[in-house]
């Protein structure tokens, strides 16, 4: 594929590794960032976040004029939206996805779109997210959804491992046209060398992620009940569960091998190691 120029929306945990890798295979990348803070700390050559070995990669593509970080949005042919998708209360109390982040990059993207862009929105989102982006996106622009590309391709990086995940995770691409999806799939291909990416269409996408999320909190949550419950009959939750997964078809999490006095005096909890 040749080099593309690529806007990323959202410079955090996601965006500023998505970004330095899309500028290590070639293309050219201008991170956008309503955070001037965020803005000011990269372009004097630093990393504002926590991540191994980022700094170097991001020293080298900067240095090779493939990143640079904006306060204001670029115009591009591929843009990627990597922003927050908190939680918040509705008028029942129950918690929902707050959406502004994403609506309000969707609006950002419309203002500059053209004809033959591809949108890839990467937050986690809710089912039928990305049908809103598509919408806001058409809205803002006046491009008929024909006329643009609109994919969904979410994150499935560990803080920590972020940059080997992003080139040996296998990804999941999902859009209403499968033109667009393989359009995108052709951009992913450039820098996850070791992982494979899959296409569907976005509302299995959005699915997928979430029932990937579930599937994993679930699984931490039984770990950590049956260390209490251990604690509680002052047997060892290790060597129960090393017991337990020589069933064929068993496999707990292992707790992390660290404990900590709780509030409550000295039982000891066992925080589960995401495996
Ligand atoms: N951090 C993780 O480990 C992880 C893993 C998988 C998926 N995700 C998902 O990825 C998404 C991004 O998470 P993150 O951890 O990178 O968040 P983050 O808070 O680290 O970074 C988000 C960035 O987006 C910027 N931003 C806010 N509004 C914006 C807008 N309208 N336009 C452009 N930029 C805007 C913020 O200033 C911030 O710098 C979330 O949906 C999250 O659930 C995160």
Redesign the pocket.
């Known amino acids: 594929m040749k080099e593309k120029q690529i806007t990323v929306?959202?410079?955090?945990?996601?965006?500023l590794p998505t970004s330095i890798v899309l500028a290590k295979a070639g293309h050219n990348v201008k991170g956008?960032?309503?955070?001037e803070e965020?803005i000011k700390t990269l372009n004097s050559g630093k990393i504002h976040?926590v991540e191994n070995n980022l700094q170097k990669v991001y020293t080298e593509v900067v240095e090779a004029g493939k990143f640079k970080a904006y306060a204001e949005i670029q115009p591009s042919d591929v843009y990627i939206i990597?922003?927050?998708?908190p939680f918040k209360k509705n008028n029942e109390n129950e918690k929902i996805a707050d959406l502004s982040?994403v609506e309000?990059?969707a609006k950002?993207v419309g203002k500059v779109v053209k004809e033959g862009d591809l949108v890839i929105l990467?937050?986690?989102?809710p089912p039928l997210t990305t049908k809103l982006v598509t919408e806001i996106v058409e809205k803002e622009s006046g491009l008929s959804r024909e006329k643009f590309h609109s994919v969904h391709c979410?994150?499935?990086?560990?803080?920590g491992r972020i940059l080997y995940e992003l080139e040996h995770n296998d990804r999941i691409i999902g859009s209403q046209k499968r033109e667009s999806a393989e359009l995108a799939k052709e951009l992913y291909d450039t820098f996850v060398k070791e992982g494979t990416c899959y296409i569907t269409d976005d509302i299995t996408a959005e699915m997928c992620k979430l029932i990937e999320n579930t599937y994993r909190d679930v699984n931490i949550a039984l770990a950590n009940e049956l260390s209490i419950i251990c604690d509680k009959l002052g047997i060892d939750v290790f060597n129960l569960i090393e017991l337990a997964n020589k069933h064929p078809r068993v496999n707990i999490l292992k707790p992390r091998s660290w404990r900590r006095r709780t509030l409550f005096g000295n039982r000891s909890m066992v925080y589960c190691r995401k495996v």
């Open positions: 929306l959202g410079l955090g945990y996601i965006g956008y960032d309503p955070n965020v976040i990597c922003v927050p998708t982040y309000s990059a950002t990467e937050s986690t989102v979410p994150e499935r990086v560990l803080p």
